[in-house]
Nanobody, 124 residues
Framework: QLRLVESGGGMVQPGGSLRLSCTLS????????IGWFRQAPGEEREGVSC???????RDIADSLKDRFTISTDYANTVYLEVNDLKPEDTGTYYC??????????????????WGHGTQVTVSS
């Protein structure tokens, strides 16, 4: 059974950085597209970034391109590096897996398996 576990969240001051990790078990990372999503309190979940199974395609939400980066260790972990954090980045960050294709999607309904999330709080 596929399992995804997020880690790396925490409380940081505005302007700080975090590296979030999504570790996959029960399947080979090459076979899945991985997406990162976030949900702020009282808001709907939104797509943040994604990477296809062989890293042939990467995407980041337009409003976040200058601060967020997605990468992988090509083994079992996908990272989301988040820089210059702002209070509006506060929320629960989730990763999810989709059957692999040549590209990846920021749409929730493309993903079948989800982690439980890691909390990011940006506050002074």
């Amino acid at each position: 059974q596929l399992r995804l576990v997020e880690s790396g969240g925490g409380m940081v001051q505005p302007g700080g950085s975090l590296r979030l990790s999504c570790t996959l078990s029960g399947g080979a990372l090459d076979n899945y597209g991985i997406g990162w999503f976030r949900q702020a309190p009282g808001e709907e979940r939104e797509g943040v970034s994604c990477i296809s199974g062989r890293s042939t395609w990467r995407d980041i939400a337009d409003s976040l391109k200058d601060r967020f980066t997605i990468s992988t260790d090509y083994a079992n972990t996908v990272y989301l590096e988040v820089n210059d954090l702002k209070p509006e980045d506060t929320g629960t960050y989730y990763c999810a897996a989709a059957p692999d294709s040549l590209d990846c999607s920021l749409a929730e309904n493309s993903y079948r398996d989800w982690g439980h999330g890691t909390q990011v709080t940006v506050s002074s």
